[in-house]
């Protein structure tokens, strides 16, 4: 029998990067964020328009005393 077929690999070769991914880390010098910005953020929301109009304040009054 042939000693190199009688030896074993005993680590499993890596699994190939996606071209995509490894462009990216390649590239990219700034850490980018574990979660798309969509997620981060809450969804826009309308003012809530009031039901009553403030009282008017008047230019006379018993402000001070």
């Known amino acids: 029998m042939n000693p190199k077929s009688r030896i074993r690999p005993t680590v499993a070769n890596p699994v190939a990067m996606n071209r995509a991914v490894a462009t990216i880390d390649r590239g990219e010098r700034r850490d980018t964020p574990h979660t798309p ?28 005393k």
């Open 37 to 64: 910005w969509p997620l981060v953020h809450p969804d826009p929301k309308r003012v809530p328009k009031p039901t009553n109009s403030p009282p008017i304040i008047s230019g006379r009054g018993d402000a001070g």
